[in-house]
């Protein structure tokens, strides 16, 4: 089976614009997350979906940042505008959800540069 | 205050060596997971351990939950071992949502 994957691999965007990120999870899995990881701040959470539903959308990045699951097998995460401090490593994760905790799959990210 | 630290920071070891990487937490937790992550790499699930005792390999982790902490122990230790260790903390009706540590480096010289 395919793991978990992202693209694209690297991104560089101008201040204000608009980047689209992708992803695509384990064939089967429920459960899907978007993750930025940062030096300092390590991984933060900016969204969860559950069966295709979004069930949190990480708080304090809400304004700026969209996270989207058009089906059960592709997702996409939108930061508009484009800051600097924006960038970062952007990870994208899924599990199998049967009601218990799973084991998390991470994809290689994405990593952005706004400059 | 931050609900999940790890320590140390940062570790290097000559080849052979073991490690002891530990993970505390501030709250209850559904689960605990330890990952991996190579320099530019992507994370990879070493084990999802809630208590209790686990070995993989040369690896072993041990969580008590009563003391909140969990702890990753890496015997003769490999170059191949180098990279940042993550422990995480699940919350949530399902545990499945997690709290990351920053991590501990490590750095194994042959």
């Known amino acids: 089976d395919a793991g978990v994957t992202q693209t694209p691999r690297h991104e560089v965007a101008e201040k204000g614009q608009t980047i689209i990120l992708k992803c695509e999870p384990v064939?089967?899995?429920?459960?899907l997350f978007w993750y930025r990881q940062t030096k300092i701040q390590g991984l933060e959470l900016l969204s969860y979906?559950?069966?295709?539903?979004?069930?949190?959308d990480g708080g304090a990045f809400k304004d700026r940042f969209k996270a989207e699951m058009l089906n059960s097998s592709f997702s996409t995460l939108k930061i508009q505008p484009t800051e600097p401090k924006d960038s970062a490593v952007y990870l994208c994760?899924?599990?199998?959800?049967?009601?218990?905790?799973?084991?998390?799959?991470f994809g290689s990210g994405t990593r952005l540069t706004v400059l | 205050g931050q609900q999940v630290q790890q320590s140390p920071a940062s570790l290097v070891l000559q080849e052979g060596e073991n490690a002891e990487l530990q993970c505390n937490f501030s709250?209850?937790?559904?689960?605990m997971q330890w990952f991996y992550q190579r320099p530019g790499g992507s994370l990879v699930s070493l084990f999802y351990?809630?208590?209790g005792t686990k070995h993989s390999g040369r690896l072993t982790s041990t969580t008590v939950i009563k003391e909140r902490r969990s702890s990753l122990h890496i015997s003769s230790s490999q170059t191949t071992d180098s990279g940042t260790y993550l422990c995480?903390?699940?919350?949530?009706?399902?545990?499945?949502?997690?709290?990351f540590g920053i991590g501990t480096l490590l750095s194994v010289k042959p």
């Open positions: 979906f559950r069966s295709k539903s979004l069930m949190e």
């Open positions: 351990n809630p208590s």
């Open positions: 709250t209850s937790l559904n689960s």
């Open positions: 994760a899924s599990s199998l959800n049967w009601g218990g905790p799973e084991t998390l799959y």
């Open positions: 064939s089967g899995h429920n459960d």
């Open positions: 995480a903390l699940g919350y949530g009706s399902s545990g499945n949502k997690l709290i």
